[in-house]
């Protein structure tokens, strides 16, 4: 009989702490679930797309699904094309614009070269400093 109570104790306790256990768990898991961050609103565009409707879609409305979605203010990717499209010309612009001034440079150094005489006497055009052979920091030497 003594053999019966205590079995019968050891399971109640053993019973009673998975319980607890499982409480705590619970409990747990409630804090950690209302902790966690929300969804950005800038990925449903994404939660969008894996739905069947936007893969059976038209490119037009494919479109037109996305931007209902969008959040307000975000680029759309005609926008960033087109934004990258304008760095494109900019930089071409500031290439020539620069190709330009060097040309400039290298004619007015001639015409220079042309009245000083034949550049014996001043030393020659190998001893001026180019872009090609400037140091990148001028302070350098």
């Known amino acids: ?3 019966a109570l ?20 619970a409990v747990f898991t409630y804090y950690y679930w209302k902790s966690a ?7 449903a565009p994404l939660e969008v797309m894996s739905a069947k409707r936007f893969a059976a879609a038209d490119p037009l409305n494919q479109q037109r699904l996305l931007d209902e979605v969008r959040p307000e203010g975000m680029e759309t990717p005609k926008e ?15 290439e020539k614009i620069e190709a330009a001034r060097l040309a400039a440079a290298l004619e007015e150094r001639e015409r220079l ?9 001043q030393g020659s055009d190998d001893e001026l400093p180019t872009r090609a052979n400037a140091p990148i920091d001028p302070l350098l030497g």
Do not use: N, S, Y
């Open 1 to 3: 009989m003594q053999f």
């Open 6 to 25: 205590e079995t019968t104790t050891t399971i109640k306790t053993v019973g009673a702490v998975l319980v607890l256990f499982g409480i705590g768990l």
């Open 37 to 43: 961050r929300p969804e950005p609103e800038a990925l």
């Open 80 to 94: 960033t094309a087109r934004m990258a499209m304008h760095a494109v010309i900019m930089a071409t612009q500031a």
């Open 113 to 121: 070269a042309a009245e000083l005489g034949d550049g014996d006497e």
